[in-house]
Nanobody, 115 residues
Framework: QVQLVESGGGRVQPGGSLRLSCAAS????????MDWYRQAPGKQRELVAS???????DYADSVKGRCTISRDNVKKTVYLQMNSLKPEDTAVYYC?????????WGQGTQVTVSS
């Protein structure tokens, strides 16, 4: 059973930074793509960033240049460094991975960007 636990969310002022972490357990970690999604109130969940087993990365246009996804395969952890945060980045951020047709999600961590 794959378990994903996010941490690192919080409240920050516009222009600030946060680093989210997602620790995985119960699975082989290094060979699978890991993703960060977010869901703002009243909006659909959207993909923010992905990192493949080969460390290829992909970002939503809305966060390109401001966010960096990385992974530590020894710690089985994926990170999302977010800089120059904007109020529109406010959302619950979820860690995600898939094993074939099975999808796994963390419980989410709240990020609030407000002055």
């Amino acid at each position: 059973q794959v378990q994903l636990v996010e941490s690192g969310g919080g409240r920050v002022q516009p222009g600030g930074s946060l680093r989210l972490s997602c620790a995985a357990s119960g699975t082989i970690f290094s060979i699978y793509t890991m993703d960060w999604y977010r869901q703002a109130p009243g909006k659909q969940r959207e993909l923010v960033a992905s990192i493949s087993s080969g460390r290829d990365t992909d970002y939503a246009d809305s966060v390109k240049g401001r966010c960096t996804i990385s992974r530590d395969n020894v710690k089985k952890t994926v990170y999302l460094q977010m800089n120059s945060l904007k109020p529109e980045d406010t959302a619950v951020y979820y860690c995600h991975t898939a094993r074939g047709l099975d999808e796994y999600w963390g419980q989410g961590t709240q990020v609030t960007v407000s002055s």
